[in-house]
T-cell receptor
Framework: DAGVTQSPTHLIKTRGQQVTLRCSPI?????VSWYQQVLGQGPQFIFQ???????GRGNFPDRFSARQFPNYSSELNVNALLLGDSALYLC????????????FGPGTRLTVT | GESVGLHLPTLSVQEGDNSIINCAYS??????FIWYKQESGKGPQFIID?????DKRQGQRVTVLLNKTVKHLSLQIAATQPGDSAVYFC????????????FGTGTRLQVFP
């Protein structure tokens, strides 16, 4: 069975640009959560979407936004990129909205120069 | 592969020895805890969980201990194998049925033959 998939694997952007990251959950899963993992730290919660609605939001600026599509895939958008946005962005999917059922994807490595 | 953390605390053990990885969590009100394993180039993988009404839980080769008095969590790995080499994170939540995980910094486990 396919796990959580994310695209692209890596990308490099310049300060001030915008980026869109994509996530496909495990088949049948209705919830997608996004995490930011800066090198040397644990993942930090950004968003959770369940049944296409935002259910939770972490302490991130409004430059970060996300959405979930009818097929439960999700996009994370980051505007006006800063150097500090360089990180591994992880997507996790779950059947319900409870974190104990989450499965993580391999992440997208974003480098902002 | 992708390096999760370059400056994490590191535990080095010999193959076959037991490993103990420690974690100090932040919120005395946290009700549910999860240990994750993150290998290079991959997302976090669930290892074992424990609720706050327990002080010990065992899985296959792993045991989690919870000391709520001092807000301390530990992961014990029996007969450590080279495949156990990874970064290990503890995560806490306020509720078993919550939608948000708070991750710790992580510990790198290196297993030598």
């Amino acid at each position: 069975d396919a796990g959580v998939t994310q695209s692209p694997t890596h990308l490099i952007k310049t300060r001030g640009q915008q980026v869109t990251l994509r996530c496909s959950p495990i088949s049948g899963h209705k919830s997608v959560s996004w995490y930011q993992q800066v090198l040397g730290q644990g993942p930090q919660f950004i968003f959770q979407y369940y049944e296409k609605e935002e259910r939770g939001r972490g302490n991130f600026p409004d430059r970060f936004s996300a959405r979930q599509f009818p097929n439960y895939s999700s996009e994370l958008n980051v505007n006006a990129l800063l150097l500090g946005d360089s990180a591994l962005y992880l997507c996790a999917s779950s059947l319900g909205w409870q974190v104990r059922e989450q499965y993580f994807g391999p992440g997208t490595r974003l480098t902002v120069t | 592969g992708e390096s999760v953390g370059l400056h994490l605390p590191t535990l080095s053990v010999q193959e076959g020895d037991n490993s103990i990885i420690n974690c100090a969590y932040s919120n005395s009100a946290s009700d549910y805890f999860i240990w994750y394993k993150q290998e290079s180039g991959k997302g976090p993988q669930f290892i074992i969980d424990i609720r706050s009404n327990m002080d010990k839980r065992q899985g296959q080769r792993v045991t989690v201990l919870l000391n709520k008095t001092v807000k301390h969590l530990s992961l014990q790995i029996a007969a450590t194998q080279p495949g156990d080499s990874a970064v290990y994170f503890c995560a806490e939540t306020l509720s078993y049925n919550t939608d948000k995980l708070i991750f710790g910094t992580g510990t790198r486990l290196q297993v030598f033959p």
